[in-house]
């Protein structure tokens, strides 16, 4: 059997990235650590040893195609759902308002190569979606009931995220009513956002938070899904060191497994080679931890094959 299909998937990784030094602080993806980890389980892969890579040759080229707009600094808003807003039912509306220096940056997806820049955006502490055409807006269907965080940041065609001020924005917004916990949150396109397992268990902790205190509703334990384990991270604060994971994600084949992009977005937090304080850990498989201390996206190559599970699609 000829094992051409690479799958790596974000769910399967356990790919943990936290801000070494502020782990009571950390809010998003500390998770990660304890994620199930249902694939490869099939065959036992040869020992895998990655090193950090060069960019990728085809990645440059993309970079040099595409001129100033590598350099853009795209400006987000998020125009709906309005910080703090409750929305009843259980459709949320995402709009986006995007400006700054954009030197020719606009999201779209190209027909042919189904490839173009567009945007992450992230549910509570889920896996992000991909949002192409600013000019419609990004449905989340069946939210479920209670507090919830919107994140969104500008990403290239390869998903390496814009890291200008202002392309990172991020809302909490409180559904009433809400969705059927027994199935996932989806997007307008039948794209899973969050499934929904622990949904329940959070909304009655979001209700129980309302009840002795109305300020702390929102710092109920933020919902998750998919196949991330229920984040001890707590709720999402503003104000404090966030790092908001996002590549990879999805599966890899062929060409884009040589080399494997580690992307991530840094609030609040200056990492120690760009004059600040932090570092950022990660460990693959659960292996040896390593260190970044520049906020800049890294690649590894030397991936081993294994087969998952659960098919996310690569957007
Ligand atoms: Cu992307």
């Excluded at 790092?243 to 937090?269: C, H, Q, V």
Aim: glycine fraction near 8%; charge should be neutral.
């Amino acid at each position: 059997m000829k094992l051409s299909r690479f799958a790596l998937l974000a769910c399967a990784l356990s790919l943990p990235a936290l801000l070494a030094g502020c782990s009571s602080d950390m809010n998003a993806n500390k998770s990660a650590n304890a994620s199930a980890s249902p694939a490869a389980t099939a065959s036992t892969p040869a020992t895998q040893t990655l090193t950090v890579a060069e960019r990728p040759q085809k990645i440059k080229d993309q970079m040099a195609g595409r001129g100033e707009e590598d350099k853009a600094s795209p400006v987000l808003k998020i125009a709906e759902p309005a910080a703090n807003a409750t929305i009843k039912g259980s459709t949320v509306r995402v709009r986006l308002n995007l400006s700054g220096d954009l030197k020719g940056y606009k999201p779209h997806k190209d027909p042919s190569t189904k490839m173009g820049n567009h945007i992450h955006v992230i549910l509570d502490n889920q896996p992000y979606e991909a949002y192409y055409n600013l000019d419609e807006p990004f449905e989340l269907r069946n939210v479920s009931a209670g507090a919830h965080t919107l994140r969104v940041f500008a990403s290239r065609p390869w998903h390496e995220s814009y890291k200008n001020d202002g392309s990172f924005q991020m809302v909490t917004f409180n559904v009433e009513g809400g969705g059927d916990p027994s199935k996932p949150t989806t997007t307008a396109a039948g794209e899973k956002m969050a499934d929904n397992r622990s949904a329940a268990s959070n909304a009655n902790a979001a209700n129980a938070n309302t009840t002795t205190n109305a300020n702390t509703a929102t710092a109920a334990a933020t919902p998750e899904g998919k196949e991330m384990a229920v984040s001890a991270g707590g709720a999402v604060d503003k104000s404090k060191p966030l790092l908001t994971y996002s590549r990879p994600k999805g599966e890899y084949t062929g060409d884009d497994t040589s080399a494997i992009m580690i992307d991530f977005w840094l609030s609040n937090a200056k990492l120690q080679s760009d004059g600040g304080d932090y570092r950022v850990r990660y460990s693959v498989d659960g292996g040896e931890a390593k260190y970044i201390d520049k906020w800049e996206p890294i690649w590894l190559a030397g991936w081993t094959s294994s087969k998952g599970l659960c098919g996310e699609a690569d957007d």
